[in-house]
């Protein structure tokens, strides 16, 4: 069956001004065994630390764009026993920050080993925002990018792939994630987006396995049997 897209969500709001700040995503549609991803931009105007959400891993997080925003991708395998809603916590002194995050579920990637591999960055002032690609290890693999960018103009998602969600926060940053699968294995190229007005921007991507399916049994038992003559 693949990898298969179920759903997205969304949260974004002004900061409260103090040194912590807290804001919580509501899952989309997810069952056990699901793959969750979560994109996070925290913008902020002073310093700001935070871990890895409680149960994510594999985070791909681009350096800071000025100002202090960056973007961070983590992904988890959904047990079934979670809350329906997550609080990702900050920390620092997050005078004047706009916090915004974007959840995603997909069934069909691999539970014992679904994240391939992955990359982030940044870019200089344009109105293509280019994200460099990565190389699949298996055929039919997930792959997400993710871009942040300092307006509200419209986003166009690379060649071949799908906008999943466009956010724009509070203070005017907006965070888009797009996605297709790769049918084989291999270079992606880059990707590239495009925006209607030139902005800074930085980026993510991940790729993601798709779950092996064993052969059926009797595949097994007639490569193993022999055949007389």
């Known amino acids: 069956m693949g990898i298969v897209y179920r759903g997205a969500s969304s949260v974004a709001k002004a900061g409260n001004g103090g040194a912590t700040d807290t804001i919580t995503i509501g899952w989309p549609s997810v069952s056990a065994n699901d793959t ?29 764009l000025t100002g202090g925003s960056f973007i961070a991708a983590y992904s988890k395998t959904w047990l079934g026993t979670e809350a329906g809603t997550l609080a990702i916590n900050f920390a620092g002194t997050v005078l004047n920050t706009d916090l915004t995050a974007i959840g995603m579920s997909f069934s069909g990637i691999d539970t014992t080993t679904p994240y391939d591999t992955g990359g982030a960055g ?8 280019t994200a460099t690609g990565v190389t699949t290890a298996r055929n039919n693999e997930l792959i997400v990018a993710s871009y942040l960018y300092t307006n509200a103009s419209a986003f166009t998602p690379p060649a071949g792939m799908v906008l999943r969600m466009s956010v724009a926060g509070p203070a005017n940053y907006t965070m888009a994630v797009c996605t297709s699968i790769k049918a084989t294995a291999g270079a992606t190229g880059n990707l590239v987006a495009t925006i209607g007005s030139t902005s800074v921007y930085a980026w993510t991507v991940q790729a993601f396995n798709p779950q092996i399916v064993g052969a059926p049994f009797w595949t097994n038992f007639l490569l193993s049997s022999e055949v007389d003559a």
């Open 36 to 64: 969750m991803l979560l994109i996070i931009d925290p913008v902020v105007h002073k310093g700001l630390a935070f871990g890895s959400p409680a149960g994510f891993s594999n985070p791909n997080t681009s350096a800071g």
């Open 122 to 129: 940044t870019g200089t002032t344009n109105t293509s925002l």
